[in-house]
């Protein structure tokens, strides 16, 4: 994970068709036919809410429309197009998460949501993404 000059945190990030890990496990696909992407500059962004994919990647990952959401951005109120859900890996957690279409000038951005679902916190101080300190930095899922 770096960072650059203005102190956006980036990551490294792993997403996967869970169709295409699906037919895996039904011997439908050999493993090295799955669709991913390895992303090296994951933008982290706790004041977006999803997992947002540009286009070019979420036609590379051969991922399905199931329709659209009326979203708020720096340019107003728009609509965005949702599609099926991928495997997102970062530092070795997974989750499965729902995609929103972004255009293919902004990078991939993971929101307050897969965040959460990953028990990640960004550290203002050196400007990391980190294990919740709250669970020892190991991943815990609160039930209450």
């Known amino acids: 994970m770096e960072t650059n000059d203005m102190g956006r945190v980036l990551t490294e990030a792993t997403i996967e068709n869970i169709e295409d890990l699906w037919a895996v496990k039904r011997s439908l696909i050999k493993a090295d036919e799955v669709r991913r ?26 991922l399905a429309k199931t329709g659209a959401k009326r979203v708020t951005s720096s340019i ?8 099926e859900a991928v495997r997102l890996t970062i ?12 255009p293919d000038t902004v990078p991939v951005l993971i929101g307050q949501i897969p ?11 050196s400007h990391k993404l980190i294990g919740n300190p709250v669970h020892g930095g190991e991943h815990v899922y609160e039930l209450y």
């Open 37 to 62: 992407v390895s992303i090296t500059d994951a933008l982290v962004d706790t004041g977006a809410t999803l997992l947002s994919i540009p286009t070019r990647i979420i036609q590379q990952l051969g």
């Open 76 to 83: 107003g109120l728009a609509e965005a197009s949702m599609y």
């Open 91 to 102: 530092q070795g957690r997974t989750c499965t998460m729902n995609v929103i279409e972004v």
């Open 115 to 125: 965040l959460e679902h990953l028990d990640f916190v960004v550290d203002l101080r």
